[in-house]
């Protein structure tokens, strides 16, 4: 079953309030090649609404019943991208970024009719320029993040995830292999680097942050969670 916010609310009604803590809940998606296609599915599977647009009828079709509703119309066209009603929506994403004068089209587009966020897939650096002097908040570079990923994993085995923070700090989540199995949580502390914060231990479905009252020894499934530059989070993997 799809859905879609109620036109006869009041507009205050539907918007997300940002300040209290919750997240975006509708996104309008834009171009629905690979990069589109997945971030559309993955959003409405989360739970958010998701309106899909893209000009192919047949990934219009495929998509369909994967999101809230998915639209047959050229993101690019202004008259037709002025009937979505963008304002409505908390995100707006342009997905299709291998053509730069269609997204800096789109771009123009979504700011004049009133679009709230607006997210864009980018494939070179200067195109990230241009769109954010355009009014787009954040840009995407989908192949160099999968690329920095894959390549950080194969030179460090116990890295399972990252999020990157301004300044160089990062919050990683390592596995526990070698020098860190068995180590009980008090050996564990003793050996996280100054300027390393260990913000937690997961073991399954746990997560212990309380470590007065651990009682815990390391083992192979485990993983850490640890706050800190990557340079002196390192010296864990050592």
């Known amino acids: 079953m799809t859905w879609l916010l109620d036109k006869n609310k009041k507009d205050s009604d539907n918007k997300v309030n940002y300040e209290n803590g919750k997240g975006a809940k509708s996104f309008l998606i834009l171009g629905l090649g690979f990069?589109?296609?997945?971030?559309?599915?993955?959003?409405?599977?989360?739970?958010?609404?998701?309106?899909?647009?893209?000009?192919?009828?047949?990934?219009i079709a495929r998509i369909a019943d994967k999101v809230t509703q998915a639209i047959?119309?050229?993101?690019?066209?202004?008259?037709?991208?002025?009937?979505?009603?963008?304002s409505q929506y908390d995100v707006c994403v342009i997905a299709r970024g291998s053509n730069l004068e269609d997204s800096v089209?789109?771009?123009i587009s979504l700011r004049q009719l009133g679009a709230k966020r607006i997210i864009g897939r980018t494939v070179r650096r200067k195109h990230s320029e241009i769109?954010?002097?355009?009014?787009?908040?954040?840009t995407i570079f989908p192949e160099v993040m999968v690329a920095d990923h894959i390549a950080e994993k194969l030179v460090r085995p116990k890295i399972h995830d990252k999020m990157d923070f301004e300044n160089g700090f990062v919050v990683?989540?390592?596995?526990?292999l070698g020098n860190l199995e068995g180590l009980t949580h008090l050996e564990l502390l003793k050996k996280i680097p100054k300027g390393v914060q260990l913000l937690g231990i997961k073991r399954d479905e746990d997560m212990i942050t309380d470590f007065e009252n651990c009682n815990i020894t390391l083992q192979e499934n485990d993983f850490i969670v640890v706050y800190g530059k990557t340079e002196r989070i390192r010296e864990l993997e050592k």
Request: negative net charge; without cysteine; hydrophobic residues 50%.
């Open 105 to 107: 089209s789109i771009a």
């Open 35 to 59: 990069f589109g296609a997945e971030l559309a599915v993955k959003l409405y599977e989360l739970g958010a609404e998701v309106l899909a647009v893209d000009s192919n009828p047949q990934i």
């Open 72 to 86: 047959e119309l050229d993101p690019a066209d202004d008259q037709a991208l002025e009937s979505l009603d963008v």
């Open 131 to 138: 769109l954010r002097k355009l009014g787009v908040e954040e």
């Open 172 to 176: 990683e989540t390592l596995f526990v």
